[in-house]
């Protein structure tokens, strides 16, 4: 007894003194408290669907075939995802009730969302079944299946019940599906007044591209025009020649030069404003040129 807890006891004080094996050992201990968190949560996630099977009162099968019964219908419910309350959680008087006039004690008994009566009779190698699926939380009944079959033994039975409670699960899931699409608001289209056709906004963004870049290269155009003709300005009356007796004679070449190349850049510079100019702030616009420079007009907004 003394030799085991001293070695206990060693051991912890080699896990406190060593700082890489404190280290390790709060992460193990981390990872376990997260583990224990994570899988309670998926748990009761998987929990929130229950469903209890209960016996139609005029349903006549002997005890074995019931049970067998019972589980063939558990295994196709759990395949679901819907977890199966045990019979014994329900008092005896709620296991053969009428519905749907006692599904509040059963939802209330149980805490299951969903009902699935089972109305079985079997006699020599003649069954009838009928399985109905009811929701307690409203009372309605979600789905009716039914088969006869005339030659047939038990285990066609048990396959029966597995089948019919499968598309009644099925049925029920893709009615909430349809349900919950529906609450989901879908947009309106666009107006066919206020919605420009695609083709028609491509054709007046190119043309509107066009005109910037006719704006641009007249721009540029007209730069170059104001240099050359500053320049012939600038060099008007400067001596030539061999021998410096001639005069250069460039100005009446440099000014008209230079004033239409103003021109060019300030039309230029118009049809770049133009361009850019938002279409809610001007209605119509007209642009002119002229000898002493470029004239905008039109209504704006």
């Known amino acids: 007894m003394t030799t085991s807890t001293a070695k206990r006891l060693d051991c912890v004080a080699v896990i406190v003194k060593r700082p890489v094996m404190r280290i ?3 992460r193990a201990a981390a990872l376990a408290g997260l583990l224990l968190g994570v899988f309670p949560c998926r748990a009761s996630a998987a929990s929130d669907n229950r469903l209890v099977i209960v016996e139609a009162p005029g349903s006549l099968v002997s005890k074995n075939a019931k049970e067998r019964l019972r589980a063939s219908i558990e295994k196709v419910v759990e395949g679901q995802g819907i977890q199966v309350v045990p019979q014994k959680a329900l ?5 053969r009730c009428e519905l749907p006039g006692c599904l509040p004690q059963i939802g209330a008994a149980s805490g299951a969302t969903y009902v699935l009566r089972v109305n079985a ?3 020599k190698e003649t069954f009838k079944l009928t399985i109905e699926l009811w929701h307690t939380d409203d009372g309605k009944r979600l789905g009716n299946e039914e088969r006869d079959c005339p030659i047939c033994d038990e285990q066609d039975l048990y396959a029966a019940a597995g089948d019919l409670t499968r598309g009644l699960l099925a049925a029920a899931a893709n009615a909430e599906t349809s349900a919950t699409a529906k609450l989901v608001p879908t947009p309106a289209p666009p107006s066919p007044i206020l919605a420009a056709p695609p083709t028609a906004r491509a054709e007046v963004e190119r043309r509107g591209n ?8 007249l721009a540029s155009a007209g730069l170059a025009a104001v240099v050359v003709g500053a320049y012939y300005i600038g060099v008007d009356g400067d001596r030539t020649g061999k021998n410096g007796y001639e005069l250069r004679d460039t100005r009446k ?5 230079a004033i239409a190349g103003g021109a060019a850049v300030v039309g230029g510079i118009g049809l770049i404003v133009w361009k850019l100019w ?9 642009i002119s040129l002229g000898p002493t420079g470029v004239q905008v007009a039109g209504r704006f907004q």
Do not use: D, I
């Open 24 to 26: 390790l050992f709060l």
């Open 91 to 95: 008092p005896e008087k709620l296991l």
């Open 121 to 123: 009779r079997f006699a």
């Open 210 to 217: 066009g005109v910037a870049y006719a704006g641009l290269a």
């Open 253 to 257: 070449f440099g000014l008209p030069m």
């Open 278 to 286: 938002p279409a809610s702030a001007s209605t119509s616009a007209t």
